[in-house]
């Protein structure tokens, strides 16, 4: 029987999607092979710090079975303790978004006057305050704050967007209909801009994830997979430590998936598409 | 279809009076935006065709950097209750101007208008309005888009839930009531729009264009579910239209403007009963002297 392949067919397109992947992620282990391959050889390593592919997934087993083979901590227990601080920096950052975006969306002098702020603390990589953060706050709630500083901003300036793109007439509409300004706000305004804040969240995730990690490096107590995976290095582990590596790209995939589809549920939903 | 009308024409039940807005002097401009159910009522004991809404030299100006643009110059016109008035000018004219500043959206560089003897400040739910890009909240359904008016008001969720049905009905969109905005057409977005004005019982209604954006199959059939709604339950309604075919057909009276600044050029009486039949010769010859003032209009601007 011959296969034909139907580009209309939303079946043959998915498993098209699917054999690509697969093909595309055995060819990046086979070139990820050949790299620990040339470091160890080229460079001349007895322990290569470029783990091999076989080495680090016999390590993430063990690491899954029996945790990490200098404290014996369980795996979860290290991942918990970093989503749970990713987890707050999110919420925190949300909270003063959420105020912050909408007072400099509705009015003008409110963001003239704090665009300056904005502007200036923006382009600072989040990561460069980890050190300050960290003595500031202790080595726990100064990751939670380098998060915060992370994720904040594309949440700020993505409320501010989504509350200067307000359709107009809408506001018009309900203004027409009795609306008072705290009713526009709740009602039209709110909804509106709820879209926007999704696209916020998912930015603001991605880059999330990222500060956590690199703010864990930072610490001095046993907590978090970033932290892990400076330990094991540390210890020369560094097929664990790639295993660490392999969760954290793992679970960064999860929160942005999860994100973008949730962020794609709710844009649908307010009919609007961002 | 009788069973809508009979619904259009089921009286509606007795509410508790209600409110009144305050009543301030004339000349204090009231604060609290409008934002009551059924603000027809405050006006009943003002009889069917006497002036229920007078727009008094309207004059609008817009300011930009550079330059000025009169919009209106001395708009003067008596609404009567329960008539069905249609506002055609040439393109840029003033129209949605004049309109706007009836709502309440805009605040006319001077002149006056009241309701009753009561002045207008400010937008407020005793002017409904339709607008021709429809303005539905997209994340509401269609009830829920009609609705909103009466959830402002403050009407009970179950009487708020059986008004709407009773209008979604009456615009033949029963089936839709639990669709979101971005399923329908636009024909039908126009009806939800238009059942969201009218089951406010607005005491006057605004139409900018209301069937601007539609077809042309779409607005004659949207244009004859007007006409059956007025007749069985009488609205004040202020229509806003490109097409003198379409304000033949509707209205009771024909308002002409001029090029911009609009001032009003003629007012014609339309004296024929509806439903109005678009060939007959007595239509015609009034539409092709209407579009010979519109020409004039034209001719002086060039
Ligand atoms: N916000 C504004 N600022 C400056 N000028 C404006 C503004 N709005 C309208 N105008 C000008 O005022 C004039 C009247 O505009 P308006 O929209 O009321 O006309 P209209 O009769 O509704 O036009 P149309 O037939 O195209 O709907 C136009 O010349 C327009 O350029
Ligand atoms: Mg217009």
Redesign the interface.
Known sequence: MKFRYDKHNKYHRFGRTCVITAISLVVLLWVWWILSIVVQKGLDFNNSPLASPQDTFAALADLIKNGDPMEHRSLSSWVWSSLFKFLKGFVLALAVALPFGLLMGSFKTAKEFLSPWIEILRPIAPIAWAPIFVIMFQATNGSVMVVFVGIFFPLLTNIIFGVEKI?K??V?????????NG?IFL??LV??T?PYLMNGIKIGLGIGWMCIVAAELYNTTLSGIGYYVKFMIDNSSYDYAFAGIILIAVLGLLTTGVAEYLSKRISK????DV | MPEEQTLITAKEPEKKPMAEPEKKPAAKQPKE????DRTDELYKNIPEGDTLMKIDHLRVVYKTDESETVAVDDFTLDVKKGELISIVGPSGCGKTTILRCI???LQPTSGKITIGDKECAG???D???V?Q?F?????RTVRQNVE??M???GVPKEERTERAMRYIRAVGLEKFADS???ELSGGMKQRVGIA??LV?HPAVI?MDEPFGALDAQTRNIMQEQLTKIIQHSARTIIFVTHSVDEALFLSDRVVVLTKRPSTIYKVIDVPWKRPRDRASPEFTALRKQILNYLEVQNVMEG
């Open positions: 359709d007439t809408l018009d509409a309900a203004k027409t209909l009795g609306a008072s009713q009602k039209v909804p509106s709820i939903r307010m009919g609007m | 935006r409008v934002r009551a709502a309440g959206l937008p407020g739910s002017r409904g309005m607008f890009d303005a539905l909240f997209p994340w909103f008016g959830e402002i008001a979101r905005i971005h969201r004005a406010m605004l």
